[in-house]
């Protein structure tokens, strides 16, 4: 425990959480909402189609949306650490934290395999989807639902800081 | 107290939607009967704008009842039980209207697809804007109860005070705010609130950076089908929105960063207007550019929302909240 302490006292994690600066915790909370709209939402957008929702557009051209996604990703990463680091002793005693990353870990792995198995086939865009591709596109969209719920919850389940 | 305040908003707001839905309303039935496509289309805009405009009015009315009754201390010629009961009337009303809004936001969309307006949905906006016009009907004859003592009825000296009517916005805000024992309303709401928010950010995003030259191989007509999705995360984070007001009107009343909020929410949802009733967008093929015009609005609308982002987030930060 004694890491979690030192981690939670270090300067940036001091600066994070005790600074009066609006710089410093609101907008760090700021940019992990934006960061999660444009990574979930990029994706959510792609599952929605595949699972049939607006026939009309094609798939192919979608995939230069993931440039967005990883930009999304990459501002949660860093502002999800210094979240985390902030407040280190009670968010990394949570299981709910670990849930949450867990749900992101499977989110991943999936979409990966939907670029794999839905992007990289020949026959995208020519047809309907196998049911493989659908079952994906809803597992992606269970498991980021998942995440954000999970994120969500911790601010009320397990050890949670400011109460009691 | 300031020369100006919320009570004098909410008195000006007020007469919107009362006023407005009614001649939304008359011209909706006029189209109607006159079968007339124009006029239809006109009727069911105005139905959108004042639902949008519904917004504002509906909460500045709670910031009304705190500048009338601080600390729930009514004057004398003002009763806390009736307005209590307009507030009642004024939520049915509201959560009436907003459905009508959405529907008539519906029709406007498919009519861009048919030429005109399916015959179910033009009954349920005709079901739906009827019985809002009756609720706000009986929102405002109750809210003018609260300070035209000259229409009440008067009240025989000596007889006993009417006990306190608690009110049901205030009961089911009660229960939402876990006041009752059910703790978990409040944080599920705020789960799907972040979940709403990410399916109207997106289809914000995909929509304007199309239009701004980026993803060119998509066709505006296809993403055109991504429209529904966005509101559908609008309509999500209005109800979850509504559900944190009701449960703890306090947080957001005189909160300038709620007021921004707000403010903003409507003018998104004239920046809508324009993409839903301008046609220069979504004529434009694949691989082609957009015009001008509607770059311009592209951006307007990612700066307004996620300036609306910004002022949830910044709520308890630069705001007064929790």
């Given amino acids: 425990m004694e890491y979690l302490k030192w981690l939670e006292e270090s300067g940036i994690s001091t600066f994070v959480r005790e600074s009066p600066s609006i710089f410093a915790f609101p907008t760090v909370l700021l940019l992990h909402t934006i960061g999660m709209a444009l990574c979930v939402g990029v994706n959510a957008g792609i599952d929605l189609r595949i699972l049939g929702f607006a026939p009309g557009i094609r798939v192919a051209p979608l995939e230069k949306l993931l440039p967005i996604l990883w930009l999304g990703f990459t501002v949660n990463a860093i502002t999800g650490t210094l979240l985390v680091m902030q407040d280190a002793t009670t968010k990394l005693r949570n299981p709910d934290f670990y849930a949450k990353m867990v749900f992101i870990a499977a989110a991943l792995i999936i979409l990966k395999m939907t670029r794999t198995r839905v992007f990289r086939d020949p026959m995208l865009d020519k047809g309907s989807f196998s049911t493989n591709a659908k079952v994906l596109a809803a597992l992606s969209l269970f498991f980021w639902m998942a995440a954000i719920t999970a994120g969500r919850l911790l601010a009320y389940v397990g050890p949670v800081s400011g109460l009691g | ?322």
């Fill in chain 2, 1 to 322: 107290m300031t020369s100006f305040n919320f009570a004098h908003i909410h008195l000006l707001l007020n007469h919107l939607p009362t006023i407005g839905f009614g001649i939304g309303f008359c011209l909706y039935l006029a189209a109607y009967f006159g079968k007339n496509e124009p006029l239809k289309k006109t009727s069911i805009v105005l139905l959108f704008l004042i639902a949008l405009l519904a917004i504002p009015t509906y909460m500045s009315g709670n910031a009304a009842e705190r500048v009338l009754c601080p600390e729930r201390k009514c004057p004398e010629d003002v009763s806390l039980n009736s307005l209590r009961g307009h507030e009642d009337a004024a939520l049915f009303a509201f959560l009436l209207m907003e459905t009508t809004g959405f529907f008539a936001w519906l029709a406007l969309w498919q009519l861009r697809k048919k030429p005109t307006i399916a015959s179910w949905n033009w009954n349920v906006i005709l079901v739906l804007s009827l019985a809002s016009f009756g609720l706000m009907a009986a929102a405002a004859a109750e809210g003018g109860e609260i300070r035209h003592t000259e229409i009440r009825v008067a009240v025989q000296p000596g007889t006993p005070p009417e006990p306190e009517y608690p009110g049901i916005a205030r009961s089911i805000g009660a229960v939402i705010a876990g006041n009752t024992g059910v703790g978990w309303l409040w944080p599920a709401a705020e789960a799907i609130h972040f979940v709403g928010l990410t399916l109207l950010f997106v289809v914000v995003l995909i929509v304007d950076l199309r239009v701004l030259g980026m993803v060119k191989a998509l066709s505006f007509p296809a993403v055109y089908q991504l429209l529904p999705l966005g509101m559908l995360g609008f309509l999500l984070n209005l109800i979850t929105g509504m559900m944190f007001f009701l449960a703890a009107p306090g947080q957001y009343v005189n909160n300038p960063e709620f007021h921004r909020k707000v403010l903003f929410i409507v003018l998104a949802g004239f920046n809508v207007l324009y993409f839903m009733l301008v046609d220069e967008t979504w004529i434009v093929g694949p691989g082609e550019d957009a015009p001008v015009r509607a770059k311009v609005a592209a951006v307007v609308a990612i700066y307004l929302w996620i300036g609306i982002l910004y002022y949830g987030n910044m709520l308890p930060f630069l705001g007064n909240s929790f």
